[in-house]
Each structure stands twice: as structure tokens, then as C-alpha cells.
């Protein structure tokens, strides 16, 4: 029904945007529930078993998410009686927190859902899923960096490039390979968000970019596999050899511009003493390069 259809999208941008521009902790868990309630006829559309199934392991872990971001928010208005955004003190609501919106990206170690969800659901969706509802949990981590517990940020963003990396070597799912890069490009941004938020912005920004454009060319070739995507060379020349580019890109492979955010978040992490974390990050992005590679030589 094209009214459900424009009730359900409108909402899922005014969740977004409710989320976005508060600087209460209330109206934000309820830009963040309007968000995800939202999505949710949009994942069932197609009634199919794998559809209903990533729909519902969606939606418990994204209420588990929302109901620990709450709990921590008013544990936080609890002890310091604020209820500003800014004002996120308390360092048990920090670790909280931080769980809880790790929980909702998919950050390693609580990533679990989110290539199972991508698999089960169509492309269209799945970009959805990959660009849009992560706009509203990273404003929100764009917000409290300064508050945030910088070891613990840094250990969520190291497991969650090496997982990123070592998760999509052995897929032949299209879907599941773009959901274990979301993981790595994810890690990357938290890895750098403590020392340079601006960063983490023009990260998220290029990833978004890369994203959309892979899943548009993807939903125009309709391929799903690896085998499909080998086939499609001859049909459609110019668009895979475009999406190919956008692979690489997304691998971090210079001149390509997926490469300009890990080289100045490599730079900073070095000029922030943290020269191990840097060359563990280079390394960890070489897996993920591993595969784009394995698919641009199919």
C-alpha cells in the first residue's frame, strides 16, 4: 500500500532526525525505538521465512540495545541529575552506553546479528540497513566522545576490523560480505573517534558513499553471489567494472578515495603514540582487502 509504504519511510526519517538533533537522552531513545520500529514492515515486505527470521532477530537486538541505552541514561539522570546528551559522567552509563550503541552498529563482539539480518533480507533493504540506521547511533557516539572510555573503544574497534576482515574471507554471499566490511569500516571509525572525531565524520562519509553505491550497482546487475556477480561481466560491462572499483575503494586500496580516510586515521593513531593499534589496523585492513581482491579477479 503506497500510504503504509510513505507512513513507515517517513517515520524511519523522523526517527533519524529526532535522534539526530535532541540533546535529551529521552528523546533520543524514542528517535532511536521510532527508527527501528520503523524498518521493520519494510524487512517483512516479502513474506519469506528468511525475511520474518532477520526481522525478528532485528528487532530483539535492536530492544535490547534501546532498553540498555535507556537503563543507562537514567542511571546517569539517577546519580547527576542531568539529562543532557553532553552531560554522560558517570563512568558505569559510559561502559553502558557504549555497549548498547556498539550493540545496535553491530561492532564486534555483539556484530552476531547483523550478517545473518543482511542475508535474510532484499537489497534494497540492505541498504537501508547499512547507510541510514547507522546514521542515528553515530551522532550519538559523535556527541559523548569526549565522555567515552577510550581503552574500551579501542579494544571494540580492533576486534571489529580483525572480525570485519576474517569474517568475509571465506563467504560467497554478496550480502554477507558487504555486512562483514560494515563491521571493519565501523571498527576503523570508533578506533579513531577518541582522538579525532572530525575524522570518524569524513570516515562514516566515504563509507556511506561506497556503501550505497555498491549495493545500487549490485540491485542493478540482481546479484546476490559471487557466481552471479562473474556472470554479469558480459551482460552489463561498464557497471560491474564501476562495482568492481567500488570494491576496491571500499578496500582501502590508493589511489582509490577508501584509501584517504585509513591513511589519516593511520597518521593520527601514530601521532597519538598508539603506534601498535595503527599497525594492527593496517594489517587487519589487508584481510579485507584479501577478499575484494578474490571478487574483482572473479
Known amino acids: 500500500n503506497p500510504v503504509t509504504l510513505s507512513v513507515v519511510l517517513t517515520s524511519l526519517a523522523l526517527g533519524t532526525i529526532f535522534t539526530v538533533s535532541s540533546s535529551h537522552w529521552f528523546l533520543a531513545w524514542m528517535g532511536l525505538e521510532i527508527n527501528t ?17 532477520a526481522s525478528t532477530k532485528y528487532f530483539l537486538t535492536q530492544a535490547a540495545a534501546s532498553a540498555l541505552l535507556l537503563f543507562s541514561s537514567l542511571n546517569n539522570a539517577w546519580l547527576t541529575g542531568e539529562w543532557s546528551i553532553m552531560d554522560l559522567t558517570n563512568p558505569l552509563s559510559c561502559a553502558t552506553m557504549t555497549i548498547a550503541i556498539c550493540m545496535k552498529l553491530g561492532l564486534a563482539p555483539f556484530h552476531f546479528w547483523l550478517p545473518e539480518v543482511l542475508q535474510g533480507i532484499n537489497l534494497t533493504t540492505g541498504l537501508i540497513l547499512s547507510t ?8 550519538i557516539l559523535y556527541q559523548i566522545a569526549p565522555t567515552l572510555n577510550t581503552p574500551l573503544l579501542l579494544a571494540l574497534g580492533l576486534v571489529s576490523t580483525l572480525v570485519g576482515g576474517w569474517g568475509g574471507l571465506n563467504q560467497t554471499q554478496l550480502r554477507k560480505i558487504m555486512a562483514f566490511s560494515s563491521i571493519a569500516h565501523l571498527g576503523w571509525m570508533v578506533s579513531i573517534l577518541p582522538f579525532s572525531p572530525q575524522l570518524m565524520i569524513l570516515n562514516l562519509t566515504i563509507y556511506l558513499i561506497m556503501t550505497s553505491t555498491m549495493f545500487l550497482m549490485l540491485k542493478t546487475i540482481s546479484s546476490t553471489k559471487i557466481s552471479s556477480l562473474a556472470t554479469s ?37 601514530t601521532n597519538q603514540n598508539t603506534t601498535i593499534l595503527a599497525t594492527t589496523l593496517a594489517l587487519s585492513a589487508l584481510l579485507s582487502l584479501f577478499f575484494y581482491l578474490r571478487l574483482t579477479y572473479i
Do not use: Y
Open 37 to 53: 520500529l520503523a524498518i521493520i514492515p519494510i524487512m517483512t515486505q516479502h513474506k519469506h521465512p528468511r525475511a520474518i527470521e
Open 132 to 139: 541510514w540506521q547507522k546514521l542515528a547511533p553515530m551522532a
Open 233 to 269: 561481466w558480459s551482460k552489463t560491462p561498464t557497471t560491474t567494472a564501476l562495482s568492481l572499483l567500488t570494491l576496491l575503494s571500499l578496500g582501502g586500496l590508493p589511489p582509490l578515495s577508501g584509501f584517504v580516510p585509513k591513511w589519516f586515521i593511520l597518521q593520527e593513531l
